[in-house]
């Protein structure tokens, strides 16, 4: 187990270089994100096993995601509560070579995409995702998360579902229905994004069709939707976190699409509310983060805000199907976080299971998930 | 074939004949004179005789380096040629070639060069005077010309005209030319005197209008929109980790956001007024419970204005200096701790207590006043508060 402390900021989001297996970016905020600065730390694991900070860039406002470069190893992308995009290079300190700024309200999260490597995606809470280009100033396209207002077809005005009674009491104070917390790049296709936001809808959307939005549906039963990931070995298995304190894994083959729901006579939210491969509980708060395992099909990482993060496997078989996802359960749970677990993540080119994780406590930690107690 | 040709000569066929004539080869001969400039005007010049004097023209001679520049300007300048070895082309010379041949032969004369503007000038001046000699002529009359004169030179000098009567004309346009723009900054200085005076009034409008908002807007009402919401998301969030139980329910008790949101609250702590840090609300008691984070934007660095520095007065350095804690106290204090003052013995604190061995044996150390030991309790009672303090084992 290593740790890393961030002292004066708080961890939001935290990345493994996909480049070299010992670099490690994370995107911090000062008093929790609420206000204040933000910075960037790049981290190297040394072989006598500490963490040293190689690079940091200080920022107007606080980040809340990271995002390595898939093309250029000096480079990594971050989202801001400003709103803005930017990109730092490790020879380059100090400022960024690119500041993107669009959108209207926080980017609360950015992905680089894995099969085409030459442009990434950012989510914000003005409801839109925006896929930029490093070589570009200006996005090369928006997409609307509010599908209301997207006109995709004459059902998108009766996809919202009724609100919950928890969702009516907050919306006075705080409006995160258009909120897209979360939007991924498939692994398995450059033009293919998943995306979640806070009125509980789990999104599908490809780039290149006229209507980008192709799958629609309520995941979390109206409740918030804070993370997905795509699987990497099955490209239509996904996997979403929400603040119902559980994750659920779905099977995209199983959901009906935007084009046989606009042809369907049944109510459209009745039909997007789908039934997941599986659901995960056991977190005892909202969860923030998953992330699917680069090395196993049935693993993911949840990180959450009871101040854990939490291992799922299927425990019963290695091998690869998908009939074995209803059968994932805890496989441990990483205690040592004293604040919320904000940000986790996979090593790719470290010993399968080796993860790192940052929180509200001012901490990153590298550790093996094999280890993890029950 | 017409029958003029036939015939026999007549005066007519004479004529047409001169003129049909094949005299190509005499005006060649001719032009030839006029030649390029910068060469000798002939047809049989020795060609070495063409350089030497392009390298003369060109200033190639030690002692014409002054004049390098209008050399330069003449010898690339048409008409400009050295005509001796040049035999006199005969009748058929162009009248005008010999007129360059003069002018070649007064620009020869090197002390007399000038640069080309003044040559210009020079020569517009002969003209010049030239006309106004004809017109004098005319004129029979002085006066006349001079009124001439002043007519012409008011086409440059304008209002100036009587400063600049022995200056050329160059001169005087460069002049007018410089008087011009110094008078348009003088202008132009007047003129941005205005618009300073023009900006300062709208920057004091401007601020005007901006204390008025101020007041309009007074600081309670923002406090009491944006820190209100804040401090309601804040008792909610407290609430929900209150709610939980076991382990968890202990860290979210032992976490610095749980404190924060209690104190966010609680109002003690709020969003300052410029949104990117927290700070204390001035009324707030003492932040006791407020986590305690190193970072630049916390509440604790934002007090830092509003307490006194009690080492104000101690120059940078100077605290390595301090070897004792007595030497800090009065450093701290500004002097106002003496070594008479000063007890090396926590035994001060008993001020009932008679000197028991032990403290006298301690006094003598110190300089405490033996005024203040008083004994105010019977000796009995003292004997077991002594008793008291002193044993160790006492439970």
Partial sequence: ?374 | MNGAECGPSNALTKLQSHTAKDNSLQREFNRGFAGAPGQFRGVNVDRQLNQDFREFSQGGRPGVSRANVSLHTYADSPGLSLGRNIAPGGASQAHGASEKWVDDFAQLNIQKRDFGQRHAWEQSQRGDWQKQFMLQQSQQSQQGAMQNQQQRQNQYQGQYMGQYLNQNQFGRLGNDMIELSHSGMVNGLHDNSVFDDQFKQLERELQEQNAEQQQEQPEVVYEDVDNQGFSEAARDVRDAMLSSSGSTGVKFRNSDFFHLMESVAEKRVQISQDGKSLEQRASAPPASSVPQQQHPNHPRDSLKHYLPDPLSHVKDGALDDFNSPLAAAKAVSGNQVSTSDWIMDDDWLDMTAAPTPAAANASKTTALPERQKVNLMPAEWQEVYDDYRHDDDFQ
């Fill in chain 1, 1 to 374: 187990m290593l740790s890393y402390r961030t002292t004066g900021y708080n961890g939001y989001g935290v990345q493994y270089s996909p480049f070299f297996d010992n670099k490690l970016a994370v995107a911090t905020a000062a008093n929790y994100g609420l206000v204040g600065n933000g910075r960037l730390f790049v981290l190297s694991i040394e072989p006598d096993g500490t963490i040293k900070q190689q690079n940091i860039w200080d920022t107007q406002d606080g980040l809340f995601d990271v995002a390595w470069s898939e093309i250029h190893e000096n480079q990594v992308a971050v989202s801001s509560g400003d709103g803005s995009i930017k990109i730092f290079d490790i020879m380059v300190p100090q400022f960024p070579i690119q500041n993107y700024k669009e959108h209207t309200k926080e980017v609360f999260s950015v992905n680089w995409n894995l099969v085409d490597k030459g442009n990434f995606i950012s989510s914000s809470w003005d409801g839109t995702i925006k896929l930029w280009s490093p070589q570009r100033q200006a996005s090369i396209l928006t997409l609307h998360g509010n599908t209301s207002s997207a006109s995709v077809n004459p059902h998108m005005s009766e996809t919202n579902p009724p609100k919950t009674h928890n969702q009516m009491g907050r919306s006075s104070a705080v409006d995160t229905t258009n909120c897209i917390y979360n939007a991924t790049f498939s692994p398995h296709s450059p033009s293919t994004i998943l995306s979640c936001n806070g009125s509980s809808h789990l999104q599908v959307w490809d780039t290149r069709a006229p209507s980008p939005l192709q799958m629609d549906f309520i995941a979390h039963g109206g409740l918030e939707v804070l993370s997905c990931d795509w699987n990497k070995y099955q490209s239509s298995v996904v996997a979403s976190a929400s603040s119902d304190k559980s994750v659920r894994i779905w099977d995209l083959r199983m959901l009906p699409t935007i084009t046989s729901q606009a042809q369907s006579p049944i109510t459209a939210y009745r039909t997007r509310t789908a039934t997941p491969l599986a659901q995960l509980v056991g977190h005892q708060f909202a969860i923030r983060k998953v992330t699917w395992s680069p090395h196993s099909a049935d693993e993911l990482l949840s990180a959450s805000y009871d101040m854990t993060c939490k291992v799922w496997k299927n425990l019963n078989s290695p091998n690869i199907q998908s009939s074995s996802f209803s059968t994932m359960a805890c496989f441990g749970t990483m205690h040592l976080h004293r604040e919320f677990v904000i940000g986790c993540d996979y090593s790719l080119w470290g010993e399968p299971g080796w993860a790192a994780s940052t929180g509200w406590d001012e901490q990153v930690y590298v550790w093996d998930s094999k280890r993890l107690s029950h």
